[in-house]
């Protein structure tokens, strides 16, 4: 069974910079894709990022060049990078894990992803 743990969430200011951190665990024979989704405040979670085993990824226009993800595969490990953060990035930062074709990750069309992490708040201030 995978687990997902994630951390680093916290506060910033506008214009700071968090690192989000998920580790894996557990049999992750059957998971080839992993990515970040977030869930702000009274809206529906949606999807920020995706990457793939081999390091392919794919992020969302409100996150682009702001935001980057990275894989440690010894460490089991994804990250999310947050620079210039805006207040509109407040939210409930999840990980997810799945496995789906390469293409669907860099398209950015994660819905069926298998397991998710509990969450990490991201408070922006002004």
């Known amino acids: 069974q995978v687990q997902l743990v994630e951390s680093g969430g916290g506060f910033a200011q506008a214009g700071g910079s968090l690192r989000l951190t998920c580790a894996a665990s557990?049999?992750?024979?059957?998971?080839?894709?992993m990515g970040w989704f977030r869930q702000p405040p009274g809206k529906e979670r949606e999807l920020v990022s995706g990457?793939?085993?081999?390091?392919?990824?794919y992020s969302v226009d409100a996150v682009k060049g702001r935001f980057i993800t990275s894989r440690d595969n010894a460490k089991k490990t994804i990250y999310l990078q947050m620079n210039s953060l805006k207040v509109e990035d407040t939210g409930i930062y999840y990980c997810?894990?799945?496995?789906?074709?390469?293409?669907?990750?860099?398209?950015?069309?994660?819905?069926?992803?298998?397991?998710w992490g509990q969450g990490t708040q991201v408070t922006v201030s002004s």
């Open positions: 997810a894990a799945g496995h789906t074709l390469k293409a669907k990750v860099v398209a950015g069309e994660m819905d069926n992803m298998d397991v």
């Open positions: 557990g049999d992750l024979s059957r998971i080839n894709a």
């Open positions: 990457i793939t085993n081999g390091g392919a990824t």
